[in-house]
């Protein structure tokens, strides 16, 4: 009996013994390494649209021309842009869509939809395990963070894309810090974020904030500013403007007859859903003086061609305020343009303006972003951040309220020069901005070399 169970245990040890290379050479390769490949392999994960995720598809395009092979993954909800279809590095992996929420409760939709969201990528994640990093975008943090941070048990590095605050968006929604919902929000983020390898953030200003209050290595932090999204591009310089603008199906109904752009008569563009923090009123207001002042004192100014594009709730309000003036300099307009015209209605004007203030005070607006794109210079409400992106009489000009757009913009009507110079530096940063950001960033985390 006893010589038996002995026997026995001999057995099973040789034969632990005779696994043992199966195990080192194809059990374990096969639950870490996947199908790891020679070349660098980088995750990129955004939980929402492909298509509306001009950063996540920069980054991808950046990391294959380094010759990374990118695995990209998201909802395709519409199409993705042209150069990512096209480059053979990036693979797109669909994450499936939960649709079968409607008709309950919200709190029972959300958590089924958290279940539902955590399988798809757990599953996902699975299938890419081998790769080197997983960049994620936050927010959103729940639920893709904690199963990041677990993914780092496959030996795969976890960066962070700050593009905001997850919690400090809820917060706006539910209106306390406090409420549940927030506080489980803040708890993961916070929590989770502590085990990132390396953290990007949008602005410098965020990451000063999340030093400070999310305790992170100022070393492991770096600083990559977003660029305009791709359709984005100035005039070409064989198209006459001017012609255009009297041209140009889309736009001609609304461009007065005598306006000339050769006597300095300027167009000037804003963009807005027309919350309560974007006040278009500053600007109507603004019109207003300018108007006013050319009937007492200077008849010879030129006239303002204003195009306010977009669509939201206070919009019949701000028209409703406009019909009721006289207008004879200002002439405004409000669109409501498809996303293939307002990118070339950007390259007929001369300025942008942007009302936008910023409600976590960390981030910088796209549209500004896309202005600058457009090769115009823009006049902007200012906000402490915004120094980031905008340098007053450099590539653009800043205001505080209603008086100092008036001054704004008669500077800007009258001065030939100011124009000249804002729009010649405009056109110097372009392009550069992304790839020497970019470059400069994954260098200071020795991701490149
Ligand atoms: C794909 O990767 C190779 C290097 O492996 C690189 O030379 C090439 O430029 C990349 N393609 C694109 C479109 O970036
Ligand atoms: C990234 O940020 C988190 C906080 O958000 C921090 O705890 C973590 O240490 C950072 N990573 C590094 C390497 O500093
Ligand atoms: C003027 O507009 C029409 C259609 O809107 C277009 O076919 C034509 O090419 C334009 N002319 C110029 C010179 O841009």
């Known amino acids: 009996m006893l010589m038996d169970t002995e026997y026995s245990w001999w057995i099973a040890l040789g034969s632990i013994y005779m696994a043992l290379p199966l195990l080192a050479y194809t059990v374990i390769p096969y639950l870490f390494y996947g199908n790891r490949s020679t070349k660098k392999r980088i995750i990129v994960y955004v939980i929402g649209d492909l298509g509306h995720s001009p950063r996540m598809c920069n980054q991808a395009a950046s990391f294959s021309k380094h010759g990374w092979e990118v695995e990209l993954c998201g909802y395709l909800e519409g199409a993705v842009p042209k150069f990512i279809e096209d480059d053979p590095n990036i693979t797109i992996h669909e994450l499936p869509v939960c649709d079968h929420v409607r008709g309950k409760q919200p709190l029972a939709a959300m958590i089924h939809k958290v279940t ?22 936050n927010p959103p943090s729940i639920p893709i963070m904690p199963l990041a ?56 200003a965020m990451k ?65 859903s027309f919350t309560p923090d974007e006040d278009i009123g500053i600007l109507i207001g603004a019109l207003k003086i300018y108007e006013n002042s050319c009937k007492k004192f200077d008849k010879s100014l030129p006239k303002i061609l204003c195009f306010i594009t977009g669509k939201g709730l206070l919009k019949q309000k701000f028209i409703e305020r406009v019909r009721q003036e006289k207008w ?10 498809s996303p293939t015209d307002y990118p070339k209605l950007l390259q007929l004007c001369d300025y942008g303006i942007s009302l936008h203030t ?28 915004l120094e980031e992106l905008l340098v007053h009489e450099k590539n653009g000009l800043k205001f505080l309220d209603r008086r100092e757009l008036h001054e704004a913009l008669v500077f800007a009507m009258k001065d030939a020069n100011i124009y000249k110079s804002l729009h010649e530096t405009v056109l110097l940063e372009q392009g550069n901005r992304w790839d020497s950001s970019w470059k400069t960033a994954m260098k200071e985390i020795n991701l490149i070399n």
């Not at 539902?116 to 975008?137: E, H, N, T």
């Not at 359709?231 to 609304?254: C, M, W």
């Not at 004879?328 to 343009?337: G, P, S, T």
Request: glycine share 6%; charged share 20%.
């Open 116 to 137: 539902f969201q955590m399988l798809a990528i757990s599953k996902q994640l699975w299938k890419l395990r081998g790769s080197d990093y997983l960049l994620m975008q």
């Open 208 to 272: 000063d904030y999340l030093v400070k209050n999310f305790g992170l290595k100022s070393k492991r932090c770096v600083v990559l500013y977003d660029r305009p999204s791709s359709q984005f591009g100035p005039l070409s310089t064989t198209v006459d403007r001017s012609h255009a603008l009297h041209n140009e199906s889309f736009i001609k109904d609304y461009v007065p007859k005598d306006f000339d752009l050769g006597k300095g008569d300027k167009v000037f563009v804003t963009s807005t």
């Open 358 to 385: 910023s409600s976590s005070g960390l981030d910088l607006p796209m549209k500004i972003l896309d202005m600058l794109g457009s090769g115009l210079p823009v006049i902007a409400s200012n906000y402490p951040v």
């Open 328 to 337: 004879e300099k200002c002439n405004i307009n409000f669109l409501w343009l």
């Open 149 to 204: 941070v677990l993914y780092r048990f496959t030996g795969c590095k976890l960066i962070i894309d700050w593009h905001n605050l997850g919690y400090s968006i809820l917060q706006l929604k539910f209106g306390s810090f406090y409420h549940p919902f927030v506080l489980i929000y803040y708890m993961i983020e916070y929590f989770f974020s502590k085990f990132a390898t390396y953290n990007l953030t949008v602005t410098k």
